[in-house]
């Protein structure tokens, strides 16, 4: 078990592009988190999957991000048109899920840094 | 999830204990106290959780009030490793999605 990885783990874009991160998960992790981290504040919570399914977004993840889990596996967050308020680390986390509900950990990934210019 | 109140930041001198407190006047009977430490340049680490009794584990030690209303993080022994953001969350039983609820968190900082 290789933990949760993140990719890319930096990613430095211009005002206006595009850009998709991908998380992987722990193997069998049925749950999977994205977070945003700006800098000095802890982590927020934008959205997470149950398996395939989105089944929870924050206010947080306005019209331009669209986050999948296809085939409950690996997700990936899209962000559109992206805005220099993007700038933040995003933060991937999966947990079990198959345990008493508010016990469980979850685990974390390194992150991507994204910067926009 | 209810609210959680930790000091900004804490000094440790190597090889002593610490003891972060946590305060958590809400907290409903079926919250988890999580805690969670997120080293420089990484994402959070899982430390220690318990409900109601005193837990300890490789990390960390958990001493919960008997009133639930604060708890304590306890490392035995600081070292230069340990030095990081610690975050007390509190996690509702009853919440399918169990998401993260991350205040400020206590900055230790761990002298030699």
């Known amino acids: 078990d290789t933990g949760v990885s993140q990719d890319p783990r930096h990613k430095i874009t211009k005002r206006g592009q595009n850009v998709t991160f991908r998380c992987d998960p722990i193997?069998?992790?049925?749950?999977l988190y994205w977070y945003r981290q700006t800098l000095g504040q802890g982590p927020e919570f934008l959205t997470y999957?149950?398996?395939?399914?989105?089944?929870?977004k924050s206010r947080l993840l306005s019209d331009r991000f669209s986050a999948e889990r296809p085939k409950g596996s690996f997700s990936t967050l899209e962000i559109q048109r992206t805005e220099q308020g993007d700038s933040a680390m995003y933060l991937c986390?999966?947990?079990?899920?198959?345990?008493?509900?508010?016990?469980?950990?979850?685990?974390f990934g390194p992150g991507t840094r994204l910067t926009v210019t | 999830d209810a609210k959680t109140t930790q000091p900004n930041s804490m000094e440790s001198n190597e090889e002593e204990p610490v003891h972060l407190p946590c305060n958590h006047s809400?907290?409903?009977?079926?919250?988890?106290i999580h805690w969670y430490r997120q080293l420089p340049s990484q994402g959070p680490e899982y430390v220690i959780h318990?409900?109601?009794s005193n837990v300890n584990n490789r990390m960390a030690s958990l001493a919960i009030a008997e009133d639930r209303k604060s708890s304590t993080l306890i490392l035995h022994r600081a070292t230069l490793r340990d030095a990081a953001v610690y975050y007390c969350?509190?996690?509702?039983?009853?919440?399918?999605?169990?998401?993260?609820?991350f205040g400020g968190g206590t900055r230790l900082m761990v002298k030699p």
């Open positions: 986390a999966s947990s079990p899920g198959d345990r008493g509900l508010g016990s469980y950990e979850q685990y």
């Open positions: 193997s069998e992790h049925n749950r």
């Open positions: 999957f149950q398996n395939e399914a989105q089944l929870e």
């Open positions: 809400t907290i409903s009977g079926t919250d988890y």
């Open positions: 318990g409900l109601t």
């Open positions: 969350i509190l996690r509702d039983y009853n919440n399918a999605g169990n998401m993260l609820t």
